[in-house]
């Protein structure tokens, strides 16, 4: 990775650190085991059935700290079971591990008060979400433009009725289709013209968490995260988040 390609995530790194030891977490007996959801348990019952989640492309990863979960989404699901200062250590090269990085920074933001609801919403949720994204945008940004960064379809199908909206992702099956009356463009060319074009970005949270956000914080407009997956980023980095039905966390 190169240097500017680590910037936000670097960031991230300290301010995790800080947080921990801020809170003398690193040294506690903290166990943290993660596992992969399946799409019932992650979503519950939906009206759609064209979630990520219930393709089975990708798991929500949950870890729990002290009571306190989080979660992240991955295509590379496992086990995982230590402390945080096992977590801090981790090397962070594989999807594997910056899942269990980024789930467990969202549980100890939990833990710390820092982050409420880091727990990916279920059944009507993601529905009643989409129905408040018009507002949103209305109430902040006005009429604006926006560049979607990571396909959502209840989002997408929702926010394309009332503005300007451009859909980005990387997964090849969603390149170049149509869905829900939005085609959906290759994330990985033409960033820079789509950024120039745009008002506002709504990026899922995993781009903070994979290492693909610099570029949209660099384009000095403004950034909205939306998902559980960057609940604890958003917070620590303090970027403004629109996850409005996810769950608390904290199981006590």
């Known amino acids: 990775m190169t240097e500017k390609k680590d910037l936000l995530f670097s960031r991230l790194q300290k301010e995790f650190v800080r947080l921990v030891d801020e809170y003398k977490l690193k040294q506690a007996e903290v166990q943290v085991t993660a596992k992969p959801l399946s799409p019932e348990d992650a979503i519950g019952s939906t009206k759609r059935q064209d979630y990520v989640l219930l393709k089975g492309k990708e798991r929500l990863l949950q870890a729990d700290v002290m009571g306190c979960r989080g979660q992240s989404f991955t295509g590379s699901p496992g086990d995982f079971t230590g402390t945080l200062e096992d977590v801090l250590a981790l090397p962070l090269t594989n999807d594997y591990q910056r899942a269990i990085y980024t789930a467990t920074l969202n549980a100890t933001a939990c833990r710390t008060g820092k982050a409420a609801n880091t727990i990916h919403c279920r059944n009507e949720g993601p529905e009643l979400c989409a129905r408040q994204a018009v507002d949103y945008f209305q109430k902040n940004y006005g009429k604006p433009r926006i560049l979607m960064v990571g396909y959502q379809p ?11 909206l451009t859909v980005l992702d990387l997964d090849p099956a969603n390149i170049g289709q149509v869905k829900n009356g939005v085609l959906i463009e290759d994330g990985a060319t033409g960033l820079d013209k789509h950024l120039a074009a745009c008002d506002v970005i709504f990026a899922t949270g995993s ?21 559980t997956t960057g609940a604890g ?13 996810s769950v608390d966390g904290d199981t006590k």
């Open 207 to 227: 781009t903070i968490c994979n290492d693909t956000a610099d570029a949209l914080i660099q384009s000095g407009k403004p950034l909205v995260i939306f998902g």
């Open 233 to 245: 980023a958003a917070a620590l980095l303090d970027i403004p988040r629109f996850c409005p039905e």
């Open 154 to 164: 209840a989002l997408a199908e929702t926010l394309r009725q009332a503005f300007s």
